[in-house]
Nanobody, 113 residues
Framework: QVRLGESGGGLVQPGGSLRLSCAAS????????MGWYRQAPGKQREFVAS???????NYAESVKGRFTISRDNAKKRVYLQMNRLKPEDTAVYYC???????WGQGTQVTVSS
């Protein structure tokens, strides 16, 4: 089992930026695909972005061109750079090891003026 921990959330104004970080421990991080998901109040958890072990990325249509996922295998971290944030991006953001039930505790992102 891989343990995951997210950080970097907070309150930001519309149009602002945040960088989320997910630290992994246990396992062999470099071989894992990793993903970011989010869950807004009253809604189901939804896919945001993913990155394979070789660095290929995929994004939800709603965040394409605004969010960037990246990874640092030496630090065992995956990042989500979020730019031009909108109120509808407000949610708890989770990282996940692809194809597993390994989830972090989540970090709250609130976009509001």
């Amino acid at each position: 089992q891989v343990r995951l921990g997210e950080s970097g959330g907070g309150l930001v104004q519309p149009g602002g930026s945040l960088r989320l970080s997910c630290a992994a421990s246990g396992g062999i991080f470099s071989i894992y695909g990793m993903g970011w998901y989010r869950q807004a109040p009253g809604k189901q958890r939804e896919f945001v972005a993913s990155i394979t072990s070789s660095g290929s990325t995929n994004y939800a249509e709603s965040v394409k061109g605004r969010f960037t996922i990246s990874r640092d295998n030496a630090k065992k971290r995956v990042y989500l750079q979020m730019n031009r944030l909108k109120p509808e991006d407000t949610a708890v953001y989770y990282c996940n090891r692809a194809g597993s039930s390994d989830w972090g505790q989540g970090t709250q992102v609130t976009v509001s003026s």
